[in-house]
């Protein structure tokens, strides 16, 4: 593992907290948006697409690296349309450089987190949605601590924005220089922060310079289930992929271990991904972290392949990430195989997930957790 360029955390920030939105940035706004603002400042209207450009086409975050503006119209611009959002606390590497992780604070002190992974045809970034999340799921170290806030869309774009920049200087050996997949499973649940979140999207797939260019086939939505919101989406004009947290095919574990399963059950959110997987043609991803002795059985295997068989799905086992504290472990590879074979024998598309990143807190706001107990003595000391 190697450390990248740290800036030190500032301890006392979660005190500080207050969960505020963070000003509006060019990213919140479409390019007619823009342009209205941009107006507004008395600037031509060009300005926006100027602008616009160096962000989402030259992955230029800091305004005084747009010297092809006037000063005094950059400093008016930078002001409204380019306010910071994230400030790197700690970057992570491993893997050879191929997983990079970070941890930003937002202005508010809150603390939220991005993966970005390299692979010999592609580059994806893992983002956050929310600052904590409120679906409480207890193997998930976000889940533990509760919601902080929504992210607005600016804070979810730069994300993915800042990663790119990251990827285009070729800092990730052996990989295309271009993001091209963006998955929405990082800290916060994204249907549950469903306005800003989709917003996101249409910024990560408009063509530059209002938007990154990415592919809607390239972006996936994680979600626990959130049966409304997923039908939403399906009436959009989007094509996306999305992930289905299931990881129990029956309602008295899945209960459990994605709590909202108490309101919509397996076959409800089943039904519903399936009506997504019929309006936008895509496959959906079931996703089924192999918890120990909890949700490993073969017959939990047979049940799966059940309910899945003939679906347009495929299968994403994870193998679990134990999180500080917790009572669960990851099943062994021997009853992992053999959840695979079962699925698989029931004619249902089935890969096991890679577990990148594991040696730097890879999962599911375990860094953003780590950071905390750092930099707050209480737990640290108990940690
Ligand atoms: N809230 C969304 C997206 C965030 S998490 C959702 O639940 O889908 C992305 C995926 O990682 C989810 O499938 C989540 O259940 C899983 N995950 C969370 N904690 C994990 C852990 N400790 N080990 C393995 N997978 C985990």
């Not at 990663?163 to 990730?172: E, H, N, P």
């Amino acid at each position: 593992m190697t450390t990248l360029p740290l800036i030190p955390a500032t301890s006392g920030a979660p005190a500080a907290r207050r969960a505020a939105m963070p000003p509006q940035h060019l990213a919140d706004l479409d390019l007619a948006g823009r342009q209205a603002l941009v107006a507004e400042l008395g600037e031509p209207a060009f300005r926006a697409k100027q602008i616009s450009t160096h962000y989402f086409g030259r992955l230029v975050r800091d305004p005084q690296l747009m010297t092809d503006l006037p000063a005094a119209t950059r400093a008016r611009l930078a002001d409204r349309l380019l306010p910071s959002l994230l400030t790197p606390v700690r970057e992570l590497a491993c893997d050879d450089g191929a997983t990079r992780k970070a941890l930003w604070r937002l202005h508010d002190g809150s603390l939220v987190e991005s993966v970005l992974m390299g692979y010999p045809d592609r580059v994806t970034v893992c983002i956050s949605s929310q600052a904590g999340c409120g679906m409480a799921c207890p193997f998930c170290a976000t889940g533990q601590a509760g919601l902080t806030r929504n992210l607005s869309t600016a804070e979810i774009v730069d994300q993915a924005v800042y990663l790119a920049g990251v990827a285009a200087s070729g800092a990730v050996a052996g990989s295309p220089a271009r993001l091209s997949h963006v998955v929405f499973m990082g800290m916060g649940e994204p249907l549950a922060n469903y306005a800003r979140v989709v917003a996101a999207i249409r910024r990560l797939v408009a063509p530059a310079p209002e938007g990154l260019g990415l592919s809607q086939r390239h972006i996936t939505v994680s979600t626990v289930g959130l049966v409304p919101a997923i039908r939403r989406l399906a009436s959009e004009d989007l094509s996306v992929t999305l992930a289905l947290s299931l990881h129990a095919p029956d309602d008295d574990l899945r209960d459990e271990l994605v709590p909202v399963n108490q309101r919509w059950k397996v076959a409800e959110v089943l039904d519903a991904a399936w009506d997504y997987a019929a309006r936008t043609g895509r496959r959906v991803s079931i996703e089924y972290a192999m918890i120990k002795n909890v949700n490993d059985q073969p017959w939990r295997a047979d049940l799966l392949g059940r309910l899945l068989a003939g679906k347009l799905a495929h299968v994403n086992l994870i193998p679990l990430n134990p999180t500080p504290g917790s009572r669960w472990d990851a099943s062994p590879k021997p009853v992992e195989r053999e959840f695979v074979r079962r699925l698989r024998e029931a004619g249902v598309s089935t890969t096991v997930r890679d577990t990148r990143g594991r040696e730097i807190d890879g999962a599911c706001g375990q860094l953003a957790a780590a950071e905390d107990r750092d930099i707050d003595p209480a737990t640290a000391a108990s940690a």
